[in-house]
T-cell receptor, first 118, second 112 residues
């Protein structure tokens, strides 16, 4: 079956512009995660969606970052007034994790969107 | 600070040699996972070991978990050039299972 897809693959933007990054999770996966990975670094958790519950936004670095998940499926990460330090690879993952589940399940990752802010 | 920290940060070996990567974490966990990443793109899940397990095998991969030392190791036997990638451990937190916390990764280079 289809895996997690993300678009665009690459995005170059000018400082101050807004960008939208899209994630299509695996069908039936209730949990969706966004991560950010700067060059040569580990993954930084940004936001977590579980079904129709309110998202866990605890990892968003500033109020310029927001995300939504429509219909429990597709998610969009929006970065407003982009800054050069926002340049990174943005990764989306989904899993079968159930709400209130006792432990984490395997996460399936998309190929990422490489964002460059000039 | 990172929940999981891998060492070494980088490892270079010849094909056929074994590669061992270590991961340390800070809190009690339910499970620990290892992922692989090629060329800074999406991660691929390799293996999951639960907190009540001590060792797990999958093909050429062997993972150990020592919860008393809060550490895990990933062993790749008979390495191949295609194993060249970054390897990350990831843990949940036994008291907050909503997310995985990833380590900083080990960059493995296997020379043919």
């Amino acid at each position: 079956g289809a895996g997690v897809s993300q678009s665009p693959s690459n995005k170059v933007t000018e400082k101050g512009k807004d960008v939208e990054l899209r994630c299509d999770p695996i069908s039936g996966h209730t949990a969706l995660y966004w991560y950010r990975q700067s060059l040569g670094q580990g993954l930084e958790f940004l936001i977590y969606f579980q079904g129709n519950s309110a998202p866990d936004k605890s990892g968003l670095p500033s109020d310029r970052f927001s995300a939504e998940r429509t219909g429990g499926s597709v998610s969009t990460l929006t970065i407003q007034r982009t800054q050069q330090e926002d340049s990174a690879v943005y990764l989306c993952a989904s899993s079968l994790r159930l709400a209130g589940g006792p432990y984490q399940e395997t996460q399936y990752f998309g190929p990422g969107t490489r964002l460059l802010v000039l | 600070s990172q929940q999981g920290e891998e060492d070494p940060q980088a490892l270079s070996i010849q094909e056929g040699e074994n590669a061992t990567m270590n991961c340390s974490y800070k809190t009690s966990i339910n499970n620990l996972q290892w992922y692989r990443q090629n060329s800074g793109r999406g991660l691929v899940h390799l293996i999951l070991i639960r907190s009540n397990e001590r060792e797990k095998h999958s093909g050429r991969l062997r993972v150990t978990l020592d919860t008393s030392k809060k550490s895990s190791s990933l062993l790749i036997t008979a390495s191949r050039a295609a194993d060249t990638a970054s390897y990350f451990c990831a843990t949940d937190d036994a008291y907050n299972t909503d997310k995985l916390i990833f380590g900083t990764g080990t960059r493995l280079q296997v020379f043919p």
